[in-house]
């Protein structure tokens, strides 16, 4: 949309023009995943039953699609020109919840405690990407 009063001329552009709107969505969908991916794994006495063993499969599943989404949406913020700081808060689930899950043999609750860091640093780096970036 453009306007024009006088001689002055001015161009306003939405701010999903520049593509914020997909990088956020796929920043959004990292850390719904992940999260799931952590309640699946969430256990508190280990049971040997076909149940137990599904659902750890399952919450691995998840956990390597977020950590997947989370590394798509780290190199699409930094070919944005996203500030560094945003690109490591958004990759934080992969590297730090990821990388707890792909140590740990047996399940542990490591992958949890590493989620407490990484997830609210993942939305630092969503919400710093989305409003910094649009001011520049």
């Given at each position: 949309?453009?306007?024009?009063?006088?001689?002055?001329?001015?161009?306003?552009r939405?701010?999903?023009?520049?593509?914020?709107?997909?990088?956020?969505?796929l920043?959004?969908?990292?850390i719904?995943?992940?999260?799931?991916a952590l309640?699946?794994m969430?256990?508190?006495?280990?049971?040997?039953?076909?149940?137990?063993?599904?659902r750890?499969?399952?919450?691995?599943?998840?956990?390597?699609?977020?950590?997947?989404?989370?590394l798509a949406?780290?190199?699409?913020?930094?070919?944005?020109?996203n500030?560094?700081?945003?690109?490591?808060?958004?990759?934080?689930?992969?590297?730090?919840?990821?990388?707890?899950?792909?140590?740990?043999t047996?399940?542990?609750?490591?992958?949890q405690?590493?989620?407490?860091?990484a997830?609210p640093?993942?939305?630092?780096?969503?919400?710093?990407?989305?409003?910094?970036?649009?001011r520049?």
């Amino acid at each position: 949309m453009s306007s024009r009063n006088g001689n002055e001329r001015y161009v306003v552009r939405p701010w999903w023009r520049e593509r914020s709107l997909p990088w956020a969505a796929l920043v959004f969908v990292s850390i719904v995943v992940t999260a799931t991916a952590l309640e699946r794994m969430a256990f508190f006495v280990y049971v040997s039953s076909p149940e137990f063993i599904e659902r750890l499969r399952v919450g691995r599943l998840f956990m390597l699609a977020g950590s997947a989404a989370s590394l798509a949406a780290a190199v699409w913020s930094q070919v944005r020109g996203n500030r560094l700081w945003v690109t490591i808060c958004v990759a934080a689930p992969a590297a730090l919840v990821g990388l707890a899950t792909m140590i740990m043999t047996t399940p542990s609750l490591t992958p949890q405690i590493a989620g407490l860091v990484a997830l609210p640093a993942a939305l630092a780096g969503l919400i710093g990407g989305l409003f910094l970036y649009s001011r520049e």
